[in-house]
């Protein structure tokens, strides 16, 4: 039996949250990069769903943008609005 692909949704979610939350800042990659310990590169694979990130990067990224890493996680629409 052949192995399904592993749904991409949480690397989705990750990714559009890390862009939503690093421009809400204004911060390019490369700051958030400086911020985080990340390298830019890791980031904009990321972000452009490339790379999936482990559980140190995300926690990591949440640090640097003050969130909490499980709203990193969550789909646009399963945000709590503020």
Request: hydrophobic share 40%; glycine share 4%; proline share 6%.
């Amino acid at each position: 039996m052949a192995r399904r692909p592993a749904p991409k949704r949480l690397r989705e979610a990750f990714a559009r949250n890390l862009v939503r939350l690093r421009e809400t800042r204004n911060w390019t990659q490369e700051e958030l990069a400086r911020r985080a310990g990340i390298s830019r590169t890791y980031i904009g694979n990321v972000e452009n769903c490339m790379y999936a990130a482990s559980l140190d990067v995300i926690e990591k990224a949440a640090h640097a943008l003050g969130v909490q890493p499980l709203e990193m996680l969550r789909p646009p629409r399963e945000r709590k609005s503020k």
